[in-house]
């Protein structure tokens, strides 16, 4: 081989590296591109229990109880469907019924999903992009006010 084929092989090879590189990293970050999951995608089965994913959606009304040693317990709902929370911790001042929320952790075989981390929205026209358009999919949102009905 004369010197300007190494080089070009050098480069081509170099290049198809980089591209395999890159697409690799895609793949695995493929699965963790959504910011968080509805009460109806974990209702529905997609996760495996013990997989680690973020929860979104309102406070249900009426749903919070407090127990003891900062236990609390609440549901997750999207308007179709709610999932049981637990959490053992502070939860943020902003945080009530009604309000969005979004919850990191762990979905359990049993149904209830293992709160290590708890966000509550930041002001009062806050609620994640997603719980916005699920709601306004079913005919809970009200356009002008940015709030659910």
């Not at 004369?2 to 970050?29: F, N």
């Not at 709160?115 to 609620?127: I, R, W």
């Not at 079913?138 to 709030?147: L, M, P």
Request: no cysteine; hydrophobic share 40%; charged share 25%.
């Amino acid at each position: 081989m004369i010197r300007k084929q190494r080089r070009l092989v050098l480069i081509g090879s170099s290049v198809g590296v980089l591209a395999l590189a890159a697409g690799l990293i895609l793949y695995a970050m493929s699965s963790s591109i959504v910011f968080f999951n509805s009460p109806t995608d974990l209702a529905d089965g997609k996760l495996a229990p013990g997989t680690a994913v973020r929860l979104g959606g309102l406070v249900k009304e009426g749903s919070v109880q407090r127990g003891a040693n900062l236990a609390v317990r609440f549901e997750v709902t999207d308007g179709n469907r709610a999932i049981p929370v637990t959490f053992v911790g502070i939860l943020p001042d902003l945080f009530r019924e009604g309000q969005g929320v979004v919850t990191e952790g762990k979905m359990q075989s049993d149904g209830v999903f293992k709160a290590d981390t708890v966000l509550a929205k930041h002001d009062e026209n806050y609620m994640p992009k997603e719980v916005v358009d699920a709601l306004k999919k079913q005919g809970r949102w009200e356009e002008g006010s940015g709030k659910p009905k």
